[in-house]
């Protein structure tokens, strides 16, 4: 069972910058492919970016795409998001997930394991 507990979040004006943090710990953290996801109010949630186990593939939601970087550091068990450019729609809360199984996906219900996500609110 791994758990997962992300940080990070808070109030930030329209163009600034945040990072947001994933600790995991209960599992080997290296057999995990890792994204971020994210709920607005009254919306489904969506995928953000993801992964890969070594950390030397990755891939973007095309709203987020030249803004966001993830990244992770399998020695500390983190992954995190470094979020750019911030626009007020990128306001939601933000989950972190960890995927065991080997074909990439951006679908919710591939993900085995979510934190309790992290509110970022973004100010015009």
């Known amino acids: 069972q791994v758990q997962l507990v992300e940080s990070g979040g808070g109030l930030v004006q329209a163009g600034g910058s945040m990072r947001l943090s994933c600790a995991a710990s209960?599992?080997?953290?290296?057999?995990?492919?890792m994204a971020w996801f994210r709920q607005a109010p009254g919306k489904e949630r969506e995928f953000v970016a993801r992964?890969?186990?070594?950390?030397?593939?990755?891939s973007y939601a095309d709203s987020v795409k030249g803004r966001f970087t993830i990244s992770r550091d399998n020695a500390k068990n983190t992954v995190y998001l470094r979020m750019n450019k911030l626009k007020p729609e990128d306001t939601a809360v933000y989950y972190c997930?960890?995927?065991?199984?080997?074909?990439?996906?951006?679908?919710?219900?591939?993900?085995?394991?979510w934190g309790q996500g992290t509110q970022v609110t973004v100010s015009s």
């Open positions: 997930s960890a995927d065991r199984g080997v074909v990439p996906s951006r679908r919710v219900d591939a993900y085995d394991y």
């Open positions: 209960g599992g080997t953290f290296s057999s995990y492919a």
């Open positions: 992964i890969n186990r070594k950390g030397d593939a990755t």
